[in-house]
């Protein structure tokens, strides 16, 4: 399969719309489920983990569902594809580099719906909506994981639910999160306090990319830890409740910056663009934060010759695999940092000419 | 100061362990500490990790006199159908397969406390095993039902048949 047919489209996590979509970025639920009498992916041998990998994916591509899920064999794929794949959001870091062996991720033509094989557990099932939609997310993992279910039997367990390698996923197996996109509480530090309000009711917060994963860009994933003991719907009303106080600080805090603020926002909006369309070299973290201020700028209508969407575009054409298969060629750190800069110059110039 | 358990010298590297709630701890002089290859040469922060775990599992393996001895030693637990070992299971934190929740189920009930609070899953259920337990319950409201004629309670009988009709139209 030949992934640069993607490149142009967006995904379903950066549509830029949905509810809430000036802070709530995307939704995502996330399910783990292994089969009944195979052992876990850490003490499964090659012969084992080729038979899940073959199991599951006769399971995804004949399964009765609305949408055909095509499977990549991650085993196969260049080192840039599987980065390529992780910066879409469709598979985990550890998928793509850490594990070794048979193991595949398959996914639909949105990118709203993907299946990993042989991850840490057997399927890790992920729905992704853009803006704030956790209930249409759980909808369409419950019935993914039914048409799964047909050709599969999981292990579960009359105390214990769904069995996991880990034990911090057992029970539901289901991670729902939420990206948040916080500009304004980084800005007034008030995030670290919310953040510990958040672990006291077994709330996780994480950066873009998951565990371990530094908060680049002011975007942080907010999701539950509790998988044993809470219904998936009890967990999803939790973390609905959250968001919305989390969806009030965070506007409220914005409106001060402007009534407080505002021309030194405006200055510092006017900056960022200033340096994105002028740098010659520019890292991806320094990108991050820039378009950071820029979606800020849009969001308190301080600029408007930009749409959100392209910031988004921008966003994701600048991650490091993203940008070699734009370029064509295999670059180093040094050669991404020109070839970002020159990226940015080119489209941002364009946008300008475009909208003059 | 507490001394060091093996010379008697003050103890400077203090353990503490918690398993199935019970405390154990251990004190050490540099130079023990260092023989027990708890400590590395280099100037690294590092314990190591390996060396703790197992300076630990030898020490207090069958702690006297603390364990209930008919529960048995869950440190010395290996699992029948994987082959994972206690010792494995704490060091990276990850079961080898599905029985393994029975197998190691004493150590395991403390460590679900602590992470999610809840012993007894709540939500989703797969399809199979709801309709092996919608079975189950058919039979043994059938059980039910034989015995309230047997014992001639037909008032009994009646809303027994009632509930088994229920569900099989249902099904």
């Known amino acids: 399969m030949n992934l640069d047919r993607l490149l142009p489209n967006l995904g379903e996590w950066l549509r830029g719309i949905g509810p809430e979509s000036d802070i709530v970025v995307s939704s995502r639920v996330r399910l783990a489920r292994n089969l009944a009498d195979m052992p876990f992916g850490n003490r499964a041998n090659a012969e084992q983990k080729t038979e899940t990998e073959t199991r599951v994916r006769n399971a995804v591509t004949t399964a009765n569902l609305p949408y055909a899920l095509e499977f990549v064999d991650v085993a196969k794929l260049t080192p840039i594809d599987r980065q390529f794949l992780v910066e879409r959001q469709l598979m985990s870091r550890e998928l793509a580099s850490v594990l070794d062996g048979p193991r595949g991720v398959a996914f639909n033509e949105t990118e709203s719906v993907s299946v990993m094989v042989n991850e840490e557990d057997h399927l890790r099932l992920q729905v992704m909506r853009s803006g704030l939609a956790l209930d249409e997310a759980w909808t369409e993992i419950d019935r993914l994981d039914d048409a799964l279910e047909a050709n599969l039997a999981f292990a579960f367990h009359d105390q214990f639910g769904y069995l996991t390698a880990c034990p911090t996923n057992v029970g539901t197996g289901m991670r729902a999160s939420v990206m948040l996109h916080l500009p304004a509480l980084s800005l007034t530090k008030e995030i670290e306090k919310l953040f510990r309000s958040l672990q006291k009711i077994n709330l996780v917060v994480r950066g873009l990319y998951g565990e371990g994963s530094r908060a680049s860009g002011d975007l942080y994933q907010i999701s539950n830890q509790v998988t044993l003991g809470k219904s998936e719907s009890r967990v999803l009303q939790e973390i609905r409740e959250v968001i919305a106080q989390i969806i009030q600080y965070e506007r409220r805090a914005r409106q001060l910056l402007l009534k407080e603020r505002r021309q030194a926002e405006q200055d510092r909006v006017a900056r960022a663009i200033g340096t994105l369309g002028s740098a010659t070299m520019i890292t991806s973290e320094e990108t991050m934060e820039l378009l950071s201020t820029v979606r800020l700028g849009i969001q308190l209508h301080l600029l408007d010759d930009l749409p959100p969407t392209t910031v988004n575009q921008l966003f994701i054409h600048t991650q490091a695999a993203h940008l070699q298969k734009l370029m064509g060629t295999p670059l180093d750190g040094e050669e991404r940092n020109a070839a970002r800069a020159k990226y940015l110059r080119n489209r941002l110039r364009e946008l300008g000419s475009h909208q003059r | ?171």
């Open chain 2, 1 to 171: 100061m507490p001394e060091c358990q093996f010379c008697g010298d003050p103890a400077t590297v203090h353990l503490t362990d918690i398993v199935n709630k019970k405390k154990r701890e251990m004190h050490l002089c540099e130079n023990c500490a260092r023989r027990q290859n708890l400590l590395p040469d280099a100037p690294s922060p590092q314990l190591n990790l390996p060396a703790l775990l197992q300076l630990l599992m030898s020490q207090f393996a069958p702690a006297p006199g603390s364990a209930e001895p008919d529960e048995g030693d869950p440190t010395a637990l290996t699992c029948p159908t994987c082959g994972l070992k206690y010792a494995q299971f704490r060091a990276d934190g990850r079961l080898g397969c599905p029985e393994d929740y029975e197998v190691f189920y004493p150590v395991l009930v403390p460590i679900l406390e602590r992470v999610h609070r809840g012993l007894q899953h709540h939500g989703k259920v797969p399809r199979a095993v709801r309709r092996r337990r919608e079975r189950d319950e058919l039979d043994d409201l059938k059980g039910q039902l034989a015995e309230a004629v047997a014992a001639e309670d037909y008032e009994e009988a009646a809303r027994l048949r009632d509930r088994i009709r229920g569900k099989e139209t249902a099904e």
